[in-house]
């Protein structure tokens, strides 16, 4: 070939990618192909970019007293922003709370009450013991009484098991059916699936973000106990004494 240096004859390439003098050559003459891109700008650049997403949404999930302890750290604007979205968030979400209790459904009114109402909203069913005193479905009849209250755009309905489905085992008892547009979304029988007896609210929160009952930045997700309850009374006070501080100071310029 015209301009190219002899080459052996069944010379093995050893590695076609590497930056050699010899691969350029062949490069050159489309003997190998062009060795692919450095993945690494493309890696920069989607790190570069998770991060800026990250910034981006570092307030989603905060509810409107978060929002209000930033506003010496965040624009204004900003904020103002995000205030509006959870307003519009809450202002959704009490509309559409319409349930707020527990519905006890018997056999002849199931597929009005369970399958038809699942085609407005997602409609959990707890199936207890015949009795309602196995440890567990007692334990879940609480867990369901919380949840009706705290998230009344979901339809929680209870139901004896062997009067549900005849001859349905205490032993499998409590079960929770998932219904959402006339089908069972989840079946989960009995707690081995959650936590067991330590099967709590957040469990169930769990398996309703992920079937997409609820968003994960529901800001009724969020649990507060005594201590945060305290570290935001003191927070608050040291951001008041700041802005406080800051006062002062442009005062005394003013002097």
Known sequence: MDGMPDMPVNVPIDDPNADTEWNDILRKHKIIPEKPPSPTPMIEEALTQARQLAHENRLEGKDLNELDELEDDEDEDFLDSYRQKRMTELASITKASVYNQVYPVQKPEYAAQVTDESHKAFVLVLLTSSSGTNTESRLMMDVWRQLATKYGDIKFCQMRADLCIEGYP????????????????????TLKELSGVRTGVEDVEQLLVGLGALKHGDVRLRKRDDGEEERETERRGMQSGRRKEREEDEDSDWD
């Open 170 to 189: 205490d032993r499998n008892t409590p079960t929770i059916l998932v219904y959402k547009d006339a089908e069972i979304r989840r079946q989960v029988v």
